[in-house]
DNA sequence: CCTGAAAGCTCTACAGC
DNA sequence: GCTGTAGAGCTTTCAGG
């Protein structure tokens, strides 16, 4: 019941090329009537998979500054400060947050923006190092590769099959394959909100 | 006539938060009919500013291997090689390339495809060095500021207004401010093809 | 560059299997 | 979980300003 079969991932790849293509062209595309897909739909966004729908805007002809990478190391602990100050700012598109004190972020920005970012924004204490690259290309290829294209077990990693367990907490899905998965994932749950 | 205005903005808001709002629920957010909204989402499209529409993904739910960022320095010269090969692999989801030797790529990957891509597909002689890091959380906030939101002459740089150019070459559309920045363009494109 | 009306499609219940 | 149907609602074309 949570898992995606072939028909979901057909319609997750006509959704990414055109999310606004309607659900009775769908349908045909994957021999579904209308309503099926409009309620597979619905489900892919109740379990989480499909978060909106979006565009794909060319930020390239766009005049807001240069597409730049940060790449920043921070200093043990400051991570999460640094990760949400940069997220804060519009021209930021990506935050990507490493295991290590590495913090890598994209976004458009000129130089005035940098200043501020890294002069006011950013405490200087919680950076050890940092690099900005200004990018000569950048793509992106939105893609749903089929093969393995199920969702993974919160607690334990397998793949979520017939008899999985959603669980909603603070507003947010998760996916678990049995009920033992569960438990422990509850109780690990648990444990880290009250640490943090 | 190619400069986008505040009301463009606004439609681009309301479709990048979804895609799928109706052009009616649309033009009663800005003060338009319907059929105006369509005129100016096409005329968005022509202008290459909406590439199209596609889904947001919570690809983290997908067991597609773990979420990976990719930093790599190419030999000089060999950047474009290995941003191509990069850019091969369905599991590579970004790539950004800076001006610089580095190139910064992030998608998800399990450990083989990670070791068919570095031991098998890129040239180790093209690589100077490179970092593997498993990403933590990453999130992406797709935005569209308003203020600078301007088309950008290809030429020189300055916003496009009235009586702008568009020139479409090899199925790519480019916005020029006035004729004679076209022409140097225009020179410039064909230089630059020759060289290629 | 806009609107309003009208024709044609699309979406979404809902009943039934 | 799927289909067909039917009413509501949306998109799009077109005439007109």
Redesign the pocket.
């Known amino acids: ?1 949570t898992e995606l079969d072939d ?1 979901d991932t057909e319609i997750l790849q006509l959704l990414m090329e055109d999310a606004r293509r ?4 769908i ?1 045909e595309e994957v ?6 897909v ?3 739909v619905e489900r892919l966004e109740e379990l989480g998979v499909i978060r909106g729908f979006t565009l794909d805007l060319d930020r390239s002809v766009l005049a807001t500054g240069d597409e730049v990478v940060l790449e920043i190391d921070a200093r043990p602990g400051s991570g999460d400060e640094v990760a949400e100050t940069l997220r804060e700012f519009d021209f930021v598109e990506h935050v990507v947050r490493a295991i290590d004190p590495r913090i890598v972020a994209y976004g458009h920005m000129d130089d005035r923006e940098l200043r501020h970012l890294f002069e006011e924004a950013l405490d200087p204490d919680s950076l050890e190092d940092y690099a900005i690259r200004k990018v000569a290309e950048s793509s992106w290829q939105p893609n749903v590769d089929g093969a393995d294209l199920a969702l993974e077990c919160a607690e334990c990693g397998k793949p979520v099959h017939e008899g999985g367990v959603t669980v909603e907490m603070d507003d947010r899905r998760y996916h678990m394959c049995c009920t033992s998965c569960e438990s422990l994932f509850r109780e690990r749950y648990e444990e880290l909100k009250e640490a943090a």
């Open positions: 019941m028909t309607s659900y009775k062209e349908g021999g579904l009537s209308a309503p099926s409009s309620n597979r």
